[in-house]
């Protein structure tokens, strides 16, 4: 049976395309997300393709590298780094981690340089490599054993792929680069060869770059356009062909720590995501993992830090005069306080109101039955009594209220002769905020 194939994914590549070409996302408070979600989108599709794979996810690491110490100017033509990408580098690098996939990042070479290391060594044991990525300096590491994918727009390339898409095969990648040079990395290249003009010269002289300087005679015969100007501009800018053809190069023996056979992903670390998603507000990961939590018994209240408590919720049914006393001090002391109504319609013309909840913090919370009419139903409180000692309270503007839907809240209390103020927060405003095309903000 054939080995699953190794997956590289070239994590830097994917965060700053996912940064340019995603529209952008941010938390309620600001916080810029759309990239983090775009690379993990394409992380999650990626390991359900290739489930029983070897897999890493590789950054770039901080620092110069060995290519800025052959060229000085290399890279420096690019602006500073958004501050709306540079801050969402940590929280993509802890999701990586905590959906158990190995990441790595090697200080003094570049993301390219270590994946290219791994897939050579692995392509070596006959093993095949799928590295994910939108970088066309890749196209050098393609072979019978190596393949790209682009997750972002479904390209895929082997070998006839490469030579389809750049008119010249993985092994003249490198010398395709080098002639034509990189304005993104700001290698220099050879002025005014472009992409047509590479291709037909070293498909029209064997040998890659050395073989083509070694017969730049023959370059004026060549069915290119301005072919026979053309070899004295390459004499011209022979040494920078030949940097651009270093820098140019991925770097296929980098010393790593990891073998191909410690890169198996762990099982995801289910509590760490769960703050994550909380922290970005990652709605749909958030609730698909809090089922699969309670499904599994466990317990899913976590601090906003990532650890986890154990919930010790307080709820209670107030039947007594002396506990709806107690929580009514509770409520005049409180900052803010959240509230909400318990009726016998969705429509608020036609609603009576059977109950009255609210909470003053997290987990603590209580409920006044008024009205409610069942077998065996409990002696309940006075309904325009609890309504007369709380009127003061709800209207009062300076004291907050979160509510759920506040504005049915509002209509169905006008009924009892009580006007609710002081409205802060309404819980479904916010989830159209964050979700608009929802069908549903219950």
Known sequence: MSQAPLVLVDGSSYLYRAFHALPPLTTSTGKPTGAVKGVLNMLLAL????????????????????????????????????????VQIEPLHAAVRALGLPLLNVEGVEADDVIGTLARQCAALGRDVVIST???????????HV???????????????????????????IDFLALMGDKVDNIPGV???????????????????????ENLDQVA?????????????????????????????????????????NLMPE??????????????????????????????GEDCAVQPDGCSVQAEAEYETILEQADFERWLERLKTAECFAFDTETTSLDAQRAELVGVSFAVEPGKAAYVPLCHSYMGVPQQLDRDAVLAALKPLLE?????????????DMNVLMHYGVELRGLAFDTMLESYVLDATATRHD
């Open 47 to 86: 390991r359900k393709q290739y489930p029983d794979s070897p897999f890493a996810v590789v950054f770039d690491a901080k620092g110069k590298t060995f290519r800025d110490e052959l060229f000085e100017h290399y890279k420096s033509h690019r602006p500073p780094m958004p501050d709306d990408l540079r």
């Open 134 to 144: 939108g970088d066309k300096d890749m196209a050098q590491l393609v072979c019978p």
């Open 147 to 173: 393949t790209l994918v682009n997750t972002m727009s479904g390209s895929i390339y082997d070998v006839e792929g490469v030579k389809a898409k750049f008119g010249v095969g993985p092994e003249l990648i």
């Open 191 to 213: 002025p005014g060869v472009g992409e047509k003009t590479a291709c037909g010269l070293l498909n029209g002289i064997d040998g890659g770059l050395k073989g083509l300087y």
């Open 221 to 261: 015969g060549l069915p290119i356009r301005g072919a026979k100007s053309l070899a004295a501009k390459l004499e011209e800018h022979r040494d920078a062909a030949f940097l651009s053809y270093e820098l140019a190069t991925i770097k296929l023996d980098v010393p790593l720590e990891v073998e191909v056979a």
């Open 267 to 296: 099982p995801p670390h289910r509590e760490a995501l769960i703050a994550l998603y909380r922290e970005l507000e990652f709605k749909q990961w958030l609730d698909e993992l809090l089922r699969e939590a309670k499904a599994a």
């Open 396 to 408: 009062d503007e300076t004291r907050a209220k979160i509510c759920q839907h506040g504005k049915y």
